[in-house]
């Protein structure tokens, strides 16, 4: 199906056609709505598409086909096509007319005609009455009797479209004629019919002004509901247009002033609220409302209009119009004549929207901005407004009230001029309120949060005021300081007002230091300080206070001695030693009291050392802690300075000085519980500078007082190793004497004491005194339970060998002379002596003096074969009996030499145990005499070892 575009000629004229049938209804007083700014179509179809041939070839070309009498779909279309070809022309010939120039137009166009167009749409319509597009046919007649001014013809043309076609694109255009035609003939109920009938339709360019229009006629009915359900969602559609465009801006205001009216005569702002409560929020709300308000405002109904826009503010607190709404009620008020309700207006203002209002939370971008303007002139006035209240009433409650509007004024407009006068008023109605601990922190505001003013100083002595109250009900007293019959004291209370007048105090002091009031301020805050024992801020303000120059000596004074007894009690010791020299310059103390302050300077300078001891610097220790003695001589602590500054030099290593100061504290101090710890340091200090003699001497002594046996032990150990060094070998010996007599345990430890003792007298020489300590050492072996170290054996074995050496000395002095029988039979005995002597060794399994045994033995084998073989023989035997004699001899010696070969080559069995010693040498060179020819060689032993 083809449609034809509609040219804007065409346009202009349906415009004239509504516009001429458009009146004002006086008789409701409102402005009717006409088609002057209805939007042009945008949903006409898109021209026909046109043969490749001349205007005047179709045209001749369709007027042959009808000429020759064709007939059915031929001879339609070509009566279809002329006709449209000729609404073309004519509407080319009145364009060159509007222009006032037909001279460009062709002969064709210049004959052409909008009722030849007419006669052949007619004519096409009669001949075919099932045309295919006969809708179209009706479009266009009627689009051709409208440019011809037939008017009632067009509208029959369209009438007929609409009826037979409702479905067609034109059907709405058709419609919307038909009820444009209804309503200026106040036919209302037509009109909204032909109305409905274009919203039925469905979307075209004639929607929004069909259902403005068919609002207007439901209103000119009284039908209001209904009327606002068409204006509603007009309104709606037409938020979503383009605002520039003033005809959709022009249509949307009249559809608000519309629905305004409609509400009007509804219920008003009840009815709005309903009506969205039904529909669901909106964001268009605030323009209903203020429609209707302005419409009230309009008609001098002020309280109307002032309940409209509280109803709003009512339903959408939060709404970003309810600012202006609220602004508005207030405007109201004032225009409308009703003083008494203005301020009421202006306090709910400024609770709906100050900075502590859920709205002001919730503001964006430029809106807080916005309501300052309003929040300040609202704000001061109710605040001052309710100041004036309470001063009359003296209710402590309407104070209150007063201090909440002041506050809200600072919070909002914080760096306003007025901002400090308000403030300080702020302070007075709480103080007033009788909320003394918050007027007292609002002073403080006025005094220091500003640039300085001219209630500064004024407000920061108020707030030290404040707190003074404060810590007068704290103990139990009226605010004014008076005693109050019952009273308690809350120590709490007290505790906290105090601490927070020190705050105040030094704050006032900083910020008004030359106010002649500031060192008594100062003074009583160095008092708050110490009842809240803060040492340390009461010495910082005392040394403010000593400072000051309106402070008085007196002042000064007592100013001192809390800085003395404070850096004292802080451990501030240099600080403290400073101060109490100060304080001991000044005169007119008791002796008790200077006696105080020169053992405190005493103290502190001892704790100085101690915390240079802490900080590992010793020398700087040594030096105060011998600095001590010399400042304060007489001083309790000296004692303990001297004792540490000893301990320090050893620690140091200054032992000529740990000397010098240990020997003078002892001459010092003989009974100080000190001086039994002396002893050791001067033994340490003797030691360290090798005085051997001087640190045995203090050993000595340590182990004679000493009650711990273990210590006592090892001084007097290390006394006789002492003595040993200096060279006092004989007092060394008497004092290991000493040790192994009162410390027979350790046994190891002790033998070898005894041992020692046994070489001193083998050096000696003194073979008495080494028998019995070598006695001694077997014996305290032999008590001894339990294994034995290889240490213990060898000293035991050592002493056993000693004793045995007599036994081979004795055996080898016994010389085989006649009576043969009777000297074999004594050397024999000696020998047998000697023999278990050295069997004995043996079992220590010691290898030096296991080899040195054997070695022994062997040899007492072999000098018994040999004393046999030099032994005396009998006189008067002839040689036969002497070689017989001789014979018989060396059968007896034989076998002991082969004893003695036997032992030495034990000896030499050990060489393959890894074991060499002079013993085993000795058994070597034995064997090597008595059988040369095996052990006389080198090679023979080196084997052996292998």
């Given at each position: ?221 009284g039908d209001y509901e209904y009327a606002l359900d068409d204006f509603q969602p007009l309104l709606e559609r037409l938020r979503r247009r383009d605002e520039r465009d003033i005809q959709v ?516 020489k003194d073979t008495r005194e080494l028998s019995d300590w070598r006695k001694a050492i077997l014996d305290s072996y032999n008590k001894q339970g339990g294994d034995k170290s290889p240490r ?155």
């Open positions: 199906m083809k449609r034809v575009l509609v040219h804007p000629v065409l346009r202009v004229s349906v415009l004239s056609l509504v516009l001429s049938g458009c009146i004002t209804m006086s008789d409701e007083g409102d402005r009717e709505p006409t088609l002057a700014n209805m939007a042009d179509r945008t949903d006409i179809p898109p021209k026909a598409p046109l043969p490749e041939v001349t205007v005047e070839q179709a045209m001749e070309g369709y007027q042959r086909v009808l000429q020759r009498n064709a007939t059915g779909k031929t001879r339609a279309e070509a009566m279809r096509r002329m006709a449209d070809l000729m609404m073309r022309l004519a509407e080319t010939k009145m364009l060159a007319e509007a222009d006032g120039d037909l001279s460009k137009l062709t002969p064709v166009q210049a004959n052409a005609s909008y009722q030849q167009a007419i006669d052949l749409y007619k004519q096409l319509l009669q001949e075919f009455p099932d045309y295919g597009d006969k809708a179209g046919v009706f479009y266009q007649l009627a689009k051709a009797y409208d440019l011809t001014a037939e008017r009632d013809a067009s509208l029959q043309a369209l009438a007929s479209l609409a009826l037979e076609y409702p479905a067609d694109l034109h059907s709405a255009e058709a419609q919307f004629r038909r009820g444009e035609a209804a309503f200026v003939a106040r036919q209302w109920q037509e009109a909204e019919n032909a109305y409905t009938a274009v919203l039925q339709a469905g979307e075209s360019a004639f929607n929004d002004q069909a259902r403005y229009k068919r609002g207007w006629a439901r209103y000119k009915r801006r022009d249509l949307r205001d009249d559809t608000l002033r519309v629905m305004a009216l409609s509400f009007a005569n509804l219920e008003g702002a009840v009815s709005i609220r309903a009506f969205f409560a039904s529909k669901g929020e909106r964001p268009y709300e605030a323009d209903v409302y203020r429609a209707l308000a302005n419409l009230y405002l309009d008609q001098e109904r002020f309280a109307d209009a002032a309940d409209t826009y509280n109803t709003f503010i009512t339903v959408h607190p939060l709404d970003s119009e309810a600012p202006s709404f609220s602004t508005a009620i207030i405007e109201t008020y004032q225009r409308g004549g009703f003083p008494t309700k203005v301020l009421p207006a202006k306090e709910d203002f400024a609770e709906r929207y100050g900075r502590r209002s859920e709205f002001w939370a919730r503001a964006r971008g430029n809106t807080r901005e916005q309501l300052l303007p309003q929040l300040k002139g609202h704000i001061r006035d109710v605040a001052t407004h309710y100041h004036a209240k309470a001063q009359k009433s003296k209710v402590p409650e309407e104070y209150r009230v007063a201090a909440k509007w002041y506050r809200e004024y600072l919070d909002t407009f914080p760096s306003e001029p007025e901002a400090p006068e308000l403030h300080y008023l702020l302070a007075d109605t709480l103080l007033d309120a009788k909320a003394i601990d918050e007027a007292a922190i609002e002073y403080e505001k006025v005094a220091y949060d500003y640039p300085p003013h001219a209630k500064s100083e004024q407000a920061g002595y108020a707030a030290l005021g404040s707190y003074g109250r404060l810590m007068n009900l704290a103990s139990g007293k009226d605010e004014a300081g008076k005693a109050v019959k019952g009273g308690e004291t809350n120590a709490e209370a007290l505790n906290r007002w105090q601490r927070e007048s020190i705050r105040a105090g030094v704050r006032y002091v900083d910020a008004f230091t030359a106010d002649p009031k500031a060192a008594n301020v100062l003074q009583q805050v160095q008092q708050w300080q110490l009842a809240q024992q803060d040492i340390a801020g009461a010495v910082a303000t005392s040394r403010r206070l000593v400072q000051m120059p309106q402070a008085t000596n007196a002042q000064q004074r007592e100013a001192k001695v809390v800085i003395a007894n404070g850096e004292f009690d802080l451990q501030n010791w240099q600080a403290a030693e400073t101060a109490y020299g100060e304080l001991l310059a000044l005169t007119g103390w008791d002796n008790k009291t200077e006696q105080q302050y020169h053992e405190r300077r005493a103290s502190s300078i001892y704790k100085q050392a101690e915390m240079a001891v802490v900080a590992g610097d010793k020398q700087g220790a040594i030096d105060q802690f011998l600095r001590l003695g010399q400042v304060e001589p007489n001083a309790s602590v000296r004692a303990n300075a001297e004792y540490d500054a000893g301990a320090l030099l050893l620690e140091v290593a200054d032992f000529p000085a740990a000397i010098t100061v240990f020997e003078r504290f002892r001459q010092m101090y003989p009974k100080h519980e000190l001086v039994k710890g002396i002893s050791e340091k001067l033994a340490f200090a003797y030691e360290q500078s090798q005085q051997w003699g001087q640190a045995a001497q203090e050993y000595a002594a340590i182990s004679q007082t000493s009650t711990d046996p273990e210590f006592a032990r090892a001084t007097l150990q290390r006394a006789a190793e002492y003595q040993e060094k200096s060279g006092q070998k004989a007092v060394a010996i008497n004092t290991w004497k000493d040790y192994v007599k009162r410390f027979p345990q350790p046994f190891e430890e002790a033998q070898e004491v005894r041992a020692k003792i046994a070489r001193y007298y083998a050096d000696q213990m054996k060898y000293l035991a074995a050592q002493s056993e060998f000693f004793f045995s050496e007599p036994l081979m000395d004795n055996f080898r002095q016994v010389q085989l002379k006649l009576p043969l029988n009777k000297t074999l039979k004594t050397k024999r005995a000696a020998m047998q002596k000697a023999l278990d002597a050295y069997e004995k060794i043996n079992g220590y399994q010691v290898a030096e003096y296991t080899t040195a045994a054997t070695h022994r033995i062997g040899e007492i084998y072999r000098i018994l074969a040999k004393d046999l073989m030099n032994s005396e023989r009998p006189k008067g035997l002839d040689q036969d009996a002497l070689d017989e004699y001789n014979v018989l001899l060396e059968e007896q010696a034989f076998p002991f030499e082969d004893k003695a070969i036997e032992f030495f080559s034990v000896n030499l069995s050990y060489i393959r145990d890894g074991v060499y010693t002079e013993w085993i040498e000795k058994s070597v060179t034995s064997l090597r005499e008595l059988q040369p020819a095996r052990y006389g060689k080198t090679e023979y032993v080196e084997t052996v070892y292998e």
